[in-house]
């Protein structure tokens, strides 16, 4: 069986600026939950949330994961994203990277 191809992945991470660790875990579960509904494959790690797809989708979840953090009472966000990018050859996968590693 042959494993989808994606022309893009990205990882983001999204650090919130608001007070207590509680409000941090709040704001950034309800970008999870943004990225979430686009119903792409995703992986949710303890630092970044890998996400893949076709590109100016995960653009436009990028933007968005900036404006849930403020609509969500960040005065400011700060994110870190990583992003692969291959619209011929599609980029290697999520399970194809962590598949073996899994428990």
Same mark, same amino acid.
């Given at each position: ?7 893009c992945s990205i990882a ?14 709040? &704001? &950034?579960?309800k970008v999870i939950e ?16 890998? &996400? ?30 990583k992003i692969a990018y ?18």
């Amino acid at each position: 069986m042959s494993e989808k191809q994606y022309e893009c992945s990205i990882a983001i991470q999204v650090l919130p600026k608001v007070e207590g660790d509680e409000s941090v875990i709040a &704001v &950034v579960d309800k970008v999870i939950e943004y990225i979430r509904s686009f119903g792409l494959n995703t992986f949710v790690g303890p630092f970044e949330t890998t &996400v893949e797809g076709d590109f100016d989708t995960l653009m436009d979840i990028i933007k968005g994961c900036q404006l849930i953090c403020i609509k969500e009472g960040a005065p400011q966000v700060m994110s870190y994203v990583k992003i692969a990018y291959n619209p011929t050859m599609g980029v290697l996968t999520i399970d194809k990277k962590t598949k073996k590693h899994q428990r």
